[in-house]
């Protein structure tokens, strides 16, 4: 089956500078990667996510980047805000087969005033 | 929050008892999953379902239970808890994209 790994489990970063959170995954037929984000004590929500047919998506200070040779995804955020402070989680799937989706283990950002 | 509650939003029960929890959805949405989350783990898959009485196992289904009699609704059930079950838990639906969208969680205490 699928496995996903998620790197760095935590991260620290002051207000404006960016943040980098990496993901692999091991199937090559996984083509969906959506990326969540979880504030404390409340459900993910979904803030961006690619498909396997574009290599870059941007949503104004989020970015996601796909490279599907190294099988690994990458979300990028810029201008850290300290409302960003949350537990990221990467995901690998197939469009066509969405209850097959893993996760990876969450990044725990902190963004420092 | 796309139109997704569980029930109960707490529980605390004991070894060996059942319980069932419940997750609703009025978006009329083809696939509902059930996943648990632990600190450390992430998210995992329990069961998910792909249409009425279309059921399949996740990554960690041992110890659990579903059911899908309606669109709208699916159950999840400990038939004899344990303290390992100890976990919050997290409704998510889907369709037609493979967009999840999750409800607000159950969490659940097995003394």
């Known amino acids: 089956g699928e496995n996903v790994e998620q790197h760095p489990s935590t991260l620290s970063v002051q207000e404006g500078d960016s943040a980098v959170i990496k993901c692999t995954y091991s199937?090559?037929?996984?083509?969906?990667f959506p990326w969540y984000k979880q504030e404390l004590g409340k459900r993910p929500q979904l803030i961006i996510d690619i498909r396997s047919n574009v290599g870059e998506k941007k949503d104004q200070r989020i970015a996601v980047t796909l490279n599907k040779t190294a099988k690994h995804f990458s979300l990028h955020i810029t201008e850290t805000q300290p409302e960003d402070s949350a537990v990221y989680f990467c995901?690998?799937?197939?469009?066509?087969?969405?209850?097959?989706?893993?996760f990876g283990d969450g990044t725990t950002l902190t963004v420092k005033p | 929050d796309a139109g997704i509650t569980q029930s109960p939003r707490h529980k605390v029960t004991e070894t060996g008892t059942p319980v069932t929890l419940r997750c609703h959805q009025t978006?009329?949405?083809?696939?509902m999953y059930w996943y648990r989350q632990d600190p450390g783990h992430g998210l995992r898959l329990i069961h998910y379902s792909y249409g009425v009485k279309d059921t399949d196992k996740g990554e960690v289904s041992d110890g659990y239970s579903v059911s899908r009699s309606k669109t709208e609704d699916f159950l999840l059930t400990l038939e004899s808890a344990t303290s390992s079950q100890t976990s919050v838990y997290f409704c998510?639906?889907?369709?037609?994209?493979?967009?999840?969208?999750f409800g607000p969680g159950t969490r659940l205490t097995v003394l």
């Open positions: 199937d090559s037929a996984s083509n969906y």
């Open positions: 978006e009329n949405h083809r696939y």
């Open positions: 998510a639906i889907s369709g037609p994209g493979p967009e999840q969208f």
């Open positions: 995901a690998a799937s197939s469009v066509t087969n969405a209850g097959k989706s893993t």
